[in-house]
């Protein structure tokens, strides 16, 4: 991967796609809140003015909605197809990422305004936040709070269903202050601190909850910090190979952008019926393209997969429905036919500027150039290249291990700082509308330069052959549960029917009435039970049975013979029988002693070679010499034991067949003049060429000789 012009050695060396086939990988974890807050109507003039109200619509707790559940299975396949260097996802249809047209249109943040970054916490905060919050209403906790920032644990005693009303404007202040750390620390910029709030943002929230007019609060471009939080949660996220990693940014923001333009692991919602007419003096309280899938109702399939990380990474590879512009007039007509946010078209001379996102001390770079078909452009074959691109060592800037002051790290960035609020004319200019030619030609540059699948196997035809560990899958049971849900609701309804007629009918009923219903409530217990577990026989693929192996490691299960039902072999004088009497060979098979000399010396010794014979539906096997350049007569053999087999299964008088078999006996001694121990995993096979019989064959105990027994069972270990 590292030779690839689109992607990057030192990177992608360590992405989690590089190691997909060597382990297992966990789907990465979200850090947003169990739980949303209500919006006090006091609160919302001040959330307007900092232009975060349409935002704060879509995470609004409201009676009787459930709150939207971020699928962590579905973003981590975006991020296994994210590409630092190119800031893209490389898809098999070509690149795509969020731009600032998503982030306007999805959440109604603005653009426009000051870059957020970098941030500093007052000094003081922990005394500043005790003064704030004493005493706010009765037995109001004191603040707790750790080096990082105050206990998220603390904060939800502010919610606003935990005033009595009537509310005065000190606990509206607090209280939208508690808010806005939630909303900042939890929705907006999630981190991998769970129980606590960075302390970076007590300022801005601060600022917001006591401002009285508009020009009290600074205009900041909450919507271009979004995006570089999660283009850097993605940077990092794509390298974390480790037990449930980490997405961080605003995995909000990226789930409901993959529900507008793919199908995958999205929601059944009417999103083309209007939505309920919100009317706003100023426009700015009204809905994005985000509220139809946080505000309605959503459903999921029955035979949907939901939440099965490797069941989705194959659907995003065999995907064909992507839908480039979600956008259009008429979506937005049939959606909103009472209108949008202003917010969401207000800054659209931003969408195509060339300049640095920034969020605190994260600087990210956009790359519109190489998604000009999501904004309906001609896509060049050759994307130029990006200007004054951001060195290495500023991408990877963190506060971790850092700690500069506030004067250091503005120092750091501010080239970059400058150029988000001084560039405005410096944008991608493309006039040329979508040509599907050009896009072709950009394709085939494309498709030789990068990785275009995650599973190798994404066809049918290409799958290969099913194994013991697919059978029995240990990552991924999706299918297996989602067919046993949907048989468990149907044996819930039907138990629930039966319920309400013995509610409403006679106490006891007629058996043939009961008995169907036992039955068919009986017969679909089983199938979820074999749903479940893949207890059928045909749920199991039939392989062939593989010869034994020589076991090299002690961890190695000892190989053993397939065992099938047999009929009783034909008697020792007719053609094909064996020697050995059938009581001997158990229920499985039966074994032939055929000495057949080949010449490769003066001598020759025997070797025992399993080879299948036809008994019927049974199978044998045929011990054959084999002639080496041991001395004359090694292990007993003779020339004479030829003659004697040649009469094997021909018209011989009985007292030549018991000569044959009294020779076979002889034979048997002489190799193996002492009885072998039972095989174990390490003298399954020997040194040599020849195989050791396995371990149920033993030779006729009425002619003198019996093995030795098997030991008793080993009795477990107690603890005194």
Request: charged share 20%; proline share 9%; aromatic share 10%.
């Amino acid at each position: 991967m590292s030779g690839l012009w689109l992607l990057n050695g030192d990177i992608d060396r360590g992405h989690r796609v590089a190691i997909w086939y060597e382990r297992k990988l966990e789907p990465l974890v979200t850090r947003t809140p169990k739980e949303n807050w209500k919006i006090h109507s006091r609160w919302l003039q001040r959330l307007k003015w900092a232009g975060l109200l349409p935002f704060a619509r879509l995470v609004e707790s409201i009676p009787g909605e459930k709150r939207v559940a971020i699928d962590g299975s579905l973003l981590s396949c975006l991020v296994d197809r994210w590409r630092p260097k190119t800031h893209t996802f490389h898809f098999r249809w070509g690149e795509m990422a969020p731009t600032l047209e998503d982030v306007s249109l999805l959440l109604g943040l603005p653009l426009a305004g000051h870059a957020v970054g970098p941030l500093d916490a007052p000094a003081g905060w922990e005394r500043a936040l005790t003064e704030h919050f004493h005493g706010v209403f009765p037995d109001a906790p004191d603040p707790v709070w750790e080096h990082h920032g105050p206990k998220y644990e603390w904060l939800l005693n502010f919610r606003i269903q935990n005033f009595r009303a009537p509310l005065t404007a000190e606990q509206i202040t607090r209280s939208l202050e508690a808010y806005l750390l939630w909303l900042f620390g939890k929705v907006m910029f999630t981190e991998n601190h769970v129980t606590t709030i960075s302390s970076l943002y007590i300022p801005m929230a601060l600022e917001i909850a006591s401002a009285q007019t508009a020009d009290q609060i600074r205009q900041r471009s909450w919507g271009s910090a979004v995006l570089a939080a999660t283009y850097r949660g993605m940077c990092n996220g794509c390298q974390l190979t480790s037990r449930k990693p980490s997405l961080l940014g605003c995995p909000l923001f990226l789930q409901l952008w993959s529900w507008e333009r793919f199908s995958i692991g999205r929601p059944n919602v009417r999103v083309h019926e209007p939505i309920d007419a919100m009317f706003d003096v100023d426009g700015i309280d009204m809905p994005t393209f985000g509220l139809c899938w946080t505000r309605r109702k959503r459903r999921f399939a029955s035979d949907q997969t939901r939440k099965a990380y490797t069941t989705l990474n194959e659907q995003f590879d065999a995907y064909t429905g992507v839908i480039w512009q979600p956008y259009t007039e008429a979506a937005i007509q049939a959606r909103y036919p009472a209108g949008m946010s202003v917010l969401c078209t207000r800054d659209r001379d931003y969408w195509m500027k060339k300049s640095k996102i920034i969020f605190d001390v994260f600087v990210e770079e956009m790359a519109q150039q190489r998604v000009m078909r999501q904004f309906g452009l001609l896509q060049l074959e050759l994307p130029p290249p990006i200007e004054n691109p951001v060195p290495a060592h500023i991408h990877r800037t963190t506060r971790k291990g850092m700690n500069r002051t506030t004067a250091d790290w503005l120092v750091r960035l501010e080239p970059y700082v400058i150029e988000w609020e001084t560039a405005n004319t410096n944008l991608w200019h493309e006039n040329h509308n979508f040509d599907l030619n050009e896009f072709n030609l950009y394709l085939r540059r494309y498709m030789t330069g990068t990785r275009l699948r995650i599973v190798e196997y994404s066809h049918p035809e290409e799958l290969p052959d099913p194994t013991p560990s697919d059978m029995y899958p240990s990552y991924d049971t999706s299918g297996s549960r989602q067919y046993a849900a949907t048989l468990t609701r149907e044996l819930y309804d039907d138990v629930t029917t039966f319920g309400q007629s013995l509610s409403s009918g006679p106490l006891l009923h007629h058996r043939p009435v009961v008995q169907p219903f036992l039955e068919r409530i009986q017969n679909k217990i089983r199938t979820v039970y074999e749903a479940i577990t893949c207890t059928r026989r045909t749920d199991v693929v039939q392989h062939e049975q593989e010869q034994p192996r020589h076991s090299m490691h002690r961890h190695q299960p000892r190989p053993r013979l397939a065992q099938q039902p047999t009929t009783r072999p034909p008697r020792p004088d007719q053609p094909g029988s064996s020697t050995w009497h059938p009581q001997h060979y158990g229920p499985t098979s039966s074994f032939v002693f055929s000495p057949q000399p080949q010449q490769h010396g003066p001598s020759s010794s025997f070797v025992f070679s399993p080879q299948p014979q036809q008994h019927g539906p049974s199978s044998s096997f045929v011990f054959q010499p084999e002639q080496t350049s041991h001395p004359a007569g090694a292990y007993g053999y003779q020339a004479s034991m030829s003659a004697s087999h040649d009469t094997w299964g021909s018209d011989q008088h009985p007292e030549d067949n018991i000569q044959a078999q009294m020779s076979q006996h002889t034979q048997w001694m002489n190799m193996f003049s002492t009885p072998p121990p039972g095989p174990t995993q390490d003298t399954q096979h020997d040194q040599g060429e020849s195989e050791i019989p396995p371990r149920h064959i033993r030779a006729p105990d009425r002619l003198g000789w019996s093995p030795i027994p098997d030991p008793p069972p080993r009795q477990a270990r107690r603890r005194h």
